[in-house]
Nanobody
Framework: QVQLVEAGGGLVQAGGSLRLSCAASGRTFSRYCMAWFRQAPGKEREFVARIDWSAGITYYTDSVKGRFTISKDNAKNTVYLQMNSLKPEDTAVYYC?????????????????WGQGTQVTVSS
């Protein structure tokens, strides 16, 4: 069993910053990739960023490139999402996800473990 626990969400003004964290515990040895997704009210869950757990290779959706940075701390089994220059359209529930099957994908069904989500609200 894998548990993912997110933290760091909150309310911030446009232009501000937040840092999300996701701590993984349990059966985490089969971990190929970790990612952040987000879901705004009335919208589908969308990919934000991912990181290859071994090589550290990162990938971002276009709308966050240059503003968000995904990183990891292997010793702490934790992945982070540093979010700078936040915009109101970044408002969503942010979910951490783990790929234990090696799909390295951008779609929700490429990930088989999910956290409970953390709310990020950006005011204008």
């Amino acid at each position: 069993q894998v548990q993912l626990v997110e933290a760091g969400g909150g309310l911030v003004q446009a232009g501000g910053s937040l840092r999300l964290s996701c701590a993984a515990s349990g059966r985490t040895f089969s971990r190929y990739c970790m990612a952040w997704f987000r879901q705004a009210p009335g919208k589908e869950r969308e990919f934000v960023a991912r990181i290859d757990w071994s090589a550290g290779i990162t990938y971002y959706t276009d709308s966050v490139k240059g503003r968000f940075t995904i990183s990891k701390d292997n010793a702490k089994n934790t992945v982070y999402l540093q979010m700078n220059s936040l915009k109101p359209e970044d408002t969503a529930v942010y979910y951490c996800a783990l790929d234990s099957r090696g799909y390295y994908g951008l779609r929700t069904y490429d990930y088989d473990h999910w956290g409970q989500g953390t709310q990020v609200t950006v005011s204008s």
